[in-house]
Every structure is written in structure tokens, then in C-alpha cells.
């Protein structure tokens, strides 16, 4: 008990049809805390899950100490999942930790670094070997366009599985835009991060993985939350288009004053409109993304809504957590 | 029975703060001998004195008019009644939160208008004190606290001259009726025989009940920690309360002075449980067995996210104790007082109830209806 560090750790962990898996992660978590740390909290934010995940939890609330159940009024996503709890958490350092397969025994290093002066220590995937090909390769693309083209600066393989110190988490907390990425957000408020290599253990099997759409509008998303880039590019291409046609207005001037027979030239013309369009079409489609962007933004609705909170109550009859806790409570 | 027999008029057993409240106006509505019993070496010295030691002026019931209505006439009568244990030195501040609240600023303001309750914005520097990216609003409000020793004599005072016999360390412990149709109450201390019983043992009102064989009341049970801290000198003069969720209450405890209770709806009670017959737990015994894990550290992190200056105040113990309340009132904010008579037997009467300044009420409804 003595080699605990004295220190405040808080642990968000968002749930979503999870009633599976997560008695296992809990225990697993709150017996890592219980050894590591002199205090913590454990913080399960629901993200409107249709299963028994709320049933579980509420089981769990009555076994163990110092649990928190933040149930979102409905499906919000993950991300606004995570920050329903970075809003509520209370420790020096806060980590966010997904049920799916983030493995406990690595937080008390992360936290140690943490403490080390660290603002953000972040997991990075190991390999990406359970992966199918076209997640491999599209992640190998979209990271590579990422950080090359858009400048966004995401470590390739990185996951949600981090910890944040007070400082970060409280710059992190006032963006309060619609779309959140803890994944680029924790690098935009730029306190010094480490980052830890490691390898999900994935608590069901098998894993739950995201399908070729929803990796793509994942992709989409991240690159319109963070950066404007794409609308730059498409402004340089219209500007580039502009040009080509106004050179080629030129070339019609030209050849309608010195040829007498201008019948012919439909490749010529249609070549042009349909290179015309296909930017066009290109501008609206990007312009488009980042108008609804404005739109989302500008409504300013609350990020999300919770239901009633609740917290464990346990009886620790003794000095020791175990035994006396599983028949105390008889309350609904 | 080789016990004599103490007869009485009336017997009330518990001498918190409603017992003693009860004995003395069954005193002066006519009975001719009235007799207190309770468990403790002193008088008020459980619920009636590990509290917040608020004098509920309303401001607290953003939910119920009804309870924030009865407050504000309570506390006025309260105030008066006993202005000797009244401490109005403290300025105290409601501070509404910006996310998790149930009542926004707007709807503060209007309910503190519709109940008649002042309510003024707070000054600058007290503002300052307080996370603008948390806090909505912080307003000044008129809302006094009391010194539970200082009530605690008083009453003490008023018992001895109203001539009500006073009977401590003496645990009622079963009740039952007599052949002519009286009440007698078996206690640590010998059989008493009264026409009427007041049961205002609050927490552990079901342990007498089912001891004697009675049904027990739907009550439920909260075991409970505030924090006896000091505050540093920015707040160390004011009491802070965060509207209206899982946050905290800084009061001032003028019973240890120089010291603040810190509470939090979250950490506060520890754990929770309800009397359904067929499982009855003494609720001192769940105090006793328990671990006492202090939460200081939830509560202080938890109010410092709202008001910085709370990171510094400093811990001296907690006042562990059992929190009832009626499963009713979980749904609102309202607090009414469980005041149930002929249970079980005729003359048997229980109450329950959890805002000393709320007294009054009962007193009223005992009335009403003569026994």
C-alpha cells in the first residue's frame, strides 16, 4: 500500500454496447488504481448504449469504490463521450481509455511521465497487424497526406489511449467545437507530449473494428475539424483555372479573328468544359464540407446532454476493499 | 417486570433537535409531565449537530416553491425563536454552474423572486474567486447559520424550565401496548408508561419499529462525510454553495469556530440504502462497522474546479454521520417532514424530518389534531 504515489489519477472510459467486456476492463482498472495511486476515479460516460452496458455498470457502481456513471441522454460518439468526462473529471491527471482493449497495467507509467513534466503522454500502436489491407493502406495514406500536405501533425498510429495533466486537460476543455479529435486537439493546445508504444489487447474477440465508411468520414472529419488547407488548395486550383481559361478565351479571340472556318475544335471545347466542371465540382464538394462546418458551429447547441449521474456505493466495512462489499446494498 | 414504572403524559424518545422541539410543546399545549429519552450522553449531538448548520432561507430548493416557501416563513420564526445561536457574520454566496446544473441563472432569479428571497450580485472581488468558465452567476444571498452548542444550551434551558424530565444514556428499545390501553416503552434504563410516544429517533426510527414488531417506514439512508476544514483567508469569511447538482457546499461550522464544513452532493454520502422490511440494518451499526475512507480529497478537487482557493484549505476530520430522508423527495428538491400518527399503535407517532429550521411545520400539524 505504501509504494502508492501520491497523486490524483482520474479514468475516463466511454462505453458503447460494451456489457460484454466491461466487468473484465473495471476490474481490471480499479484494481491497477487501487494499487497504483492515492486516489482516483473511475469515470464510465454512456454513449447511449442499446445493450445491457448501463445494467452492468450499475451492478459494478455497488462493487467497487469511487465510480462515476455519466450516461449521455443518447448517441453522441465517442469523442463527445470522452469529453462528457474530461468536462467532469476531477484528478491532477486524467486518462482516457477505451473499454475495447487499452490495457491497465501501462497507466502507471504514463502517469509517471506525465508527472515528469509531460502535458500530453499518448499510446501509439504497435503494429496494425489484426488490421484488413485497405485500413493498413488507407491509414498509411491518410496519415502521410495528413501531416505532409495538411500539416496536421498526427503521430501515425496514434490512439486514445492517453493521459493528460491538469494543465492540458484545462486548455483542452475551453474548445468546445461540435466535431471533437482528442487525437489532434491534445496536440493543438501543444503541451509537451511523450508518446508510448504499445499493443492493444483487445478484450473481445473478435475486436470490433470500423467499416471502410466510417474509417473514410473519420478521415474526412479530422482533416475539416483541423485544418483549412483543402479550401486553400482548391482556391489555388480555381485561381490556376481562372487563368487556363482566361488564356484560352484569348486562344478563341485569336482563332475566331484569324481562321475563317471555326466548325470544327468540339474535342477542344468539350476537353475544356469537362475539366472545367470536374473543378467545379471539386470546389463544391469542398466548400460544401467546410459550409456545413460553419453551420454546425455556428448553432452553438450544448455539446451533449447527460442523465442523471451516478456513484458508487459501496460499504467498506474494513481497512481492506475485499468481502464485505457484495451483499451490502439492496436499493433497486 | 421488576422495573418500576415511570409514568408520563407524553414520552418522546430522541433528543435531537425535534424531540426536544416536540417534548417542549407538548409541555406547553398541556400535558402535565413530559419525559425526553435519548440514547447519547448529550442532547443534539448527532444529526442536529453534524450538519451543514444552514438556516434554510429557500435559496436551496430552486425545484420545489413549495420547500423554498415553507423555508423562508420557517427560517424567519427560526431566527427569531433563537437568535442567540444565529451567526450572520458570514457572507453567503450561491454560485449557479454553468454544465451539469439543474437550474440555470434565469430560473434562480425567478424562483428567488417568486418566493421573496434577496438576492444580490455578488462584488467583484468575490466573483473573482469563482471560475468564470464554470460559474454562471455567483449572487449574494441572506442566508444565516447556526451554532448547534449554542442551540444545544439554549434548549437545554428551555427543557429544564418547562419542567420536561430529561433522561440520557436511555435507548428506547421496544414499544408496545398496555392491557388499559396505554403505551409502554421498554428503555436501557426501565419500562416508562405513557398515554402518547413521539418516535423522533430520524435515522434510526425503523430500529424501535421493528424491535417492536411494527412495520417499518420507507426511509432511506445515506452515511455521510463533510469535510471539517480551514479556509484559506480569501474565502475564509463567506460560505459558497454551487447550484443545483453534484457540487459542493462551503459553510462555516460556528459550533468549531474558525472551521467550514466541506460537503459535496457526489462524495458526501458515501454509500446508500433503503429500509424495505425484510433486510433492516441498524443504521449507527453501518456507521460504526464502517471503513471511513475520508473523500476529502474528491470533495477538494471537485471544488477547486469551481473555486480555486479551495486547493488550500486544510483538513482536520470529517463528521461522519446517517443522512435519512424520505424516498419521495428523491425525484424533486422538496424535504417535507414524515409526521405519521397511530402507527402501529394509537398515540404512536413518528417523525421524521431533516431541517432543524423545519420544526416548526411539525409543531403546527401536532396540533391540529389533538391526541
Known amino acids: 500500500m505504501s509504494d502508492r504515489v501520491d497523486t490524483f489519477v482520474s479514468v475516463i472510459a466511454p462505453m458503447r454496447d460494451d456489457a460484454d467486456i466491461l466487468a473484465g476492463f473495471v476490474e481490471e482498472t480499479v484494481s491497477m488504481l487501487e494499487t497504483s495511486f492515492t486516489n482516483y476515479e473511475l469515470v464510465l460516460v454512456d454513449d447511449g448504449s442499446e445493450d445491457d452496458t448501463l445494467g452492468v455498470a450499475r451492478r459494478l457502481l455497488r462493487e467497487h469504490d469511487c465510480i462515476r456513471l455519466l450516461p449521455l441522454s443518447r448517441r453522441f460518439g465517442q469523442e463527445i463521450a470522452i469529453s462528457a468526462g474530461l468536462d467532469s473529471v476531477i484528478g491532477d491527471y486524467t486518462v482516457v481509455m477505451l473499454v475495447e482493449g487499452d490495457p491497465a497495467e501501462l497507466v502507471p507509467e504514463m502517469v509517471a511521465r506525465a508527472m515528469d513534466g509531460a502535458g500530453v503522454v499518448y499510446g501509439v500502436r504497435r503494429a496494425r497487424a489484426g488490421d484488413p489491407w485497405w485500413l493498413r493502406t488507407g491509414a498509411r495514406l491518410f496519415y502521410g497526406a495528413a501531416n505532409r500536405l495538411l500539416g496536421l501533425g498526427i503521430r501515425a498510429d496514434s490512439t486514445h489511449f492517453r493521459v493528460l495533466s491538469r494543465q492540458a486537460l484545462n486548455a483542452l476543455i475551453k474548445v468546445r467545437d461540435r466535431r471533437r479529435y482528442l487525437r489532434t486537439l491534445s496536440s493543438f493546445v501543444g503541451y509537451p507530449t511523450e508518446e508510448i508504444v504499445y499493443e492493444p489487447r483487445p478484450r473481445r474477440n473478435p475486436p470490433r473494428r470500423k467499416g471502410p465508411v466510417q474509417a473514410l468520414a473519420l478521415a474526412i472529419n479530422i482533416i475539416v475539424a483541423n485544418t483549412t488547407r483543402p479550401l486553400r488548395l482548391v482556391s489555388w486550383l480555381g485561381l490556376l483555372m481562372a487563368g487556363f481559361n482566361l488564356a484560352y478565351i484569348g486562344y478563341i479571340v485569336i482563332v475566331y479573328l484569324l481562321k475563317d472556318d471555326v466548325v470544327e475544335g468540339w474535342a477542344t471545347q468539350s476537353l475544356q468544359l469537362a475539366v472545367g466542371f470536374f473543378f467545379v465540382a471539386l470546389v463544391l464538394a469542398v466548400l460544401s464540407e467546410y459550409v456545413g462546418r460553419l453551420l454546425t458551429e455556428v448553432q452553438d447547441r450544448p455539446l451533449y446532454y447527460t442523465q442523471a449521474e451516478e456513484v458508487s456505493s459501496v460499504l467498506i466495512a474494513d481497512e481492506r476493499r475485499p468481502n464485505v462489499v457484495a451483499e451490502s446494498t439492496e436499493s433497486r | ?371
Open chain 2, 1 to 371: 417486570m421488576t422495573h418500576d414504572r415511570t409514568r408520563c403524559d407524553s414520552l418522546v424518545i430522541g433528543g435531537g433537535f425535534y424531540g426536544c422541539s416536540v417534548a417542549l410543546r407538548r409541555r406547553s399545549s398541556g400535558d402535565s409531565s413530559v419525559t425526553l429519552m435519548d440514547a447519547g450522553d448529550d442532547l443534539m449531538t448527532r444529526s442536529s449537530y453534524a450538519n451543514q448548520a444552514r438556516v434554510h432561507a429557500g435559496y436551496h430548493y430552486p425545484r420545489s416553491l413549495l420547500t423554498g416557501l415553507r423555508s423562508r416563513v420557517n427560517s424567519t420564526r427560526f431566527i427569531e425563536e433563537y437568535k442567540e445561536s444565529v451567526v450572520g457574520t458570514f457572507d453567503k454566496y450561491y454560485a449557479v454552474a454553468r454544465s451539469g446544473s439543474n437550474v440555470s441563472a434565469a430560473q434562480f432569479e425567478r424562483f428567488c423572486e417568486r418566493i421573496g428571497a434577496r438576492l444580490d450580485d455578488a462584488d467583484p472581488e468575490i466573483a473573482a474567486l469563482f471560475d468564470p468558465d464554470r460559474i454562471e452567476a455567483v449572487y449574494r444571498v441572506e442566508e444565516v447559520a447556526f451554532d448547534a452548542l449554542a442551540l444545544r444550551e439554549r434548549v437545554r434551558a428551555d427543557l429544564a424550565a418547562a419542567g420536561v424530565a430529561v433522561k440520557r444514556r436511555a435507548e428506547a428499545i421496544r414499544v408496545r401496548r398496555t392491557p388499559e390501553g396505554r403505551l409502554a416503552v421498554e428503555s436501557s434504563i426501565g419500562v416508562f408508561e405513557a398515554d402518547r410516544v413521539y418516535n423522533c429517533t430520524y435515522s434510526r426510527c425503523n430500529r424501535l419499529l421493528v424491535d417492536s414488531g411494527l412495520p417499518p417506514i420507507p426511509l432511506k439512508h445515506e452515511l455521510t462525510e463533510m469535510a471539517l476544514v480551514e479556509a484559506p483567508e480569501e474565502i475564509a469569511g463567506v460560505g459558497v454553495t454551487v447550484m443545483c447538482g453534484p457540487f459542493f457546499s462551503l459553510m462555516p461550522f460556528p459550533a468549531r469556530p474558525g472551521l467550514h464544513t466541506l460537503s459535496h452532493v457526489r462524495y458526501t454520502p458515501h454509500h446508500a440504502w433503503e429500509d424495505d422490511g425484510g433486510s433492516y440494518r441498524d443504521p449507527y451499526a453501518v456507521l460504526e462497522g464502517a471503513a471511513r475512507r475520508t473523500r476529502f480529497e474528491h470533495m477538494r478537487k471537485d471544488a477547486a474546479r469551481y473555486v480555486p482557493a479551495v486547493e488550500d484549505v486544510r483538513y482536520l476530520e470529517s463528521l461522519w454521520e446517517v443522512k435519512t430522508v424520505l424516498p419521495r423527495s428523491e425525484v424533486d428538491d422538496s424535504r417535507p417532514i414524515l409526521l405519521k400518527r397511530d402507527h402501529g399503535f394509537p398515540n404512536l407517532t413518528c417523525i421524521m424530518g431533516s431541517k432543524i429550521d423545519n420544526v416548526y411545520d411539525v409543531l403546527e400539524c401536532l396540533e391540529e389534531a389533538p391526541a
